[in-house]
């Protein structure tokens, strides 16, 4: 196989053509890539913040839960204690009474 001699000027033109191109091809490949990199690195910040927040607002929530639930508790005990009372009330009316 014959490969034809190319003068030094063409040569050198050559090269930089296709180092022109093999530079800007993969230039712009490395330039997606980081762009990509850096999206994708943006997103999983915010998911991130988003899931911090969103175990805060539980923690909160359960701690409201808890407190509501012991109010309910006390509520439940005073309306028994109540109705004791109201029974212990109607018990002396009908003593009184009769």
């Given at each position: 196989m014959?490969?034809?001699?190319?003068s030094n000027d063409a040569a050198f033109n050559k090269g930089v053509e296709y180092f022109s191109e093999v530079f800007f091809f993969y230039g712009i490949l490395m330039?997606?890539?980081v762009y990509e990199l850096k999206k994708a690195q943006a997103s999983s910040e915010k998911t991130a913040q988003q899931m911090k927040q969103y175990e805060s607002d539980i923690s909160a929530t359960k701690a409201q839960l808890k407190e509501v639930g012991e109010e309910l508790k006390k509520s439940s005990e005073a309306r028994l204690y109540n109705f004791q009372l109201i029974e212990q009330l109607q018990e002396?009316?009908?003593l009184?009474?009769?």
């Open positions: 014959y490969i034809k001699p190319l330039a997606l890539a002396e009316v009908r009184v009474i009769d």
